[in-house]
């Protein structure tokens, strides 16, 4: 609470001493109901339950300044109640001479996929979520310079402005390049932090005609933290993390889009930090003999989740997702499946606007797939989620 406290005191400064400009305010209000079913994982032994969630987000404009912030209450049946004050964005942006000025906290979002973003160099996002979330941003001072056909940035980034996260977190500097031409663009990105060490990142993307895109990014990443490997489970070893070096990710994917409102995206993506699929088969198989050998094994056993921290989770991933807009119900549908373990992940969901206020919205998201596959061992196999949206 003490790293947001800097910037809602910042934010209430600023608010007092630009009083006489005109402020710009949007707010919305969300409420939430998940209910989750239990797996058969043998790493975790969280009983079904349920969670309600009420999220007030409103986004701030004053002169030069915007805000985003969150109040975000969680009640979780078993677990109690929680609130939250995040102070999501806050930062300032002005000019001197030909360079465009921003400092201040914001996220900083330079990925062009749908599902996994490898260029999330800076605090990662989670894709897609079921319930409700919060994203937030990092502090950040930078330079940028607009030509006619793109952009050159330099930054300044430090991760530890988040309050949500109780660890410490990279700082160093980066800098992009971004590059538009006819139905074309690309970027580049590196980032030197005190972690990691160098990152190196890249994206592509192209349209072709009215309905097709291609697109794609990468990264490399000097050094990562990675679980060690299990043993074998007479070992009784608790999991340990250890430093590698020379990670790297890529991803390839396709939108095709029909003026019906149809839009499919399709995208495949490879993560050289991810455990081998027989690394994922052999926790499995030491939790369920840990779970036959009683309780004086349970401590071991459930240690091994925390596996599931790792950076990276499966080496293979393809995703397909459907929607249907501009209709006054919306559909989608999101298939994620890993071929080197069998594992699937499937998400179905709807949402109407019942007025330009309103939004009402459900989902179903399923892991399952291969019994010893990483979907196959989270501690829950199906989430239901309703959703309430209220624009003021």
Known sequence: MRRNAFWLLLMLFSASELKAASLAQQWELAVAVNAKSRSESAIFDIESGYERQAKLQGALQLAGWEGQVSVLHDADNGAGEES???VEEFFWQGGWFDWDLLAGKRRLDYGVSYAHRPLDLFLP???????????????????????????????????????????????????????LEGESEWQLL?????????????SWVATYG???ELHSEGRYQQHYRQWLKPDG?????????????????????????????????AEYWFDSRAWHTRDW???????????????????????????????GRNRHNVMLHWRLS????????????SPDDGGL???TGIHREMNSNWTLGASIRYFGGAKQSYFAQLPSDTHVTLTANMNF
């Open 210 to 212: 009215e309905s097709w």
């Open 345 to 347: 992940v499937v998400t």
């Open 125 to 179: 996002m989670e894709r897609n979520p079921v319930s409700l979330r919060t994203n937030e941003g990092v502090a950040v001072v930078s330079a940028s310079r607009f030509t006619a056909s793109g952009e050159l940035s330099l930054m300044l980034v430090d991760a530890n402005a988040s309050q949500l996260i109780d660890e410490a977190l990279p700082k160093g500097i980066a800098a992009r390049w971004y590059q």
């Open 190 to 202: 590196g980032y030197l932090d005190d972690q990691r060490g160098l990152n190196i990142g890249a």
């Open 84 to 86: 939250e004050l995040i």
């Open 281 to 311: 088969k052999k926790l499995s198989e030491n939790a369920r003999w840990y779970r036959e050998q009683g309780v004086r094994w349970d401590g071991i056993r459930y240690a091994s989740a925390a596996a599931f921290l790792s950076e």
């Open 233 to 265: 489970p007479e070992a009784s070893v608790s999991p340990r993390e250890g430093e590698q070096s020379d990670g790297w990710q890529a991803l390839l994917g396709m939108t095709w889009a029909h003026r019906a409102g149809h839009t499919v995206i």
């Open 326 to 337: 501009n209709h006054n119900y919306n559909p989608k549908l999101d298939l994620l499946y």
